[in-house]
């Protein structure tokens, strides 16, 4: 897609409950899940999930 703005697209997990969210990496280091700005327990800190290019999240089913 053309659409590029400096922002990549991550995988993310809560650092409170594991939780995985699709996230995005902004240049100054900030993760954001996206669609929201905080995980389900309401926690605001995310780490980055090292996954292979082509992974899904596992929690497709809900
Ligand atoms: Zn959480």
């Known amino acids: 897609m053309a ?3 400096d ?3 991550e995988l993310a997990e809560c650092t409170e409950c ?3 969210y699709a996230a995005r990496q902004w240049p100054n280091g900030t ?3 996206i669609g ?3 995980c389900q327990c309401g926690c605001t800190d995310f780490a980055l999930v ?3 290019e082509e992974r899904m999240p596992p929690d497709r089913a809900e």
Request: proline share 0%; charged share 40%; hydrophobic share 20%.
């Open 31 to 33: 993760i954001k899940a």
């Open 7 to 9: 922002v990549s697209r």
């Open 3 to 5: 659409n590029r703005d």
């Open 18 to 20: 594991g939780t995985v």
């Open 36 to 38: 929201s700005e905080s």
């Open 50 to 52: 090292e996954t292979d």
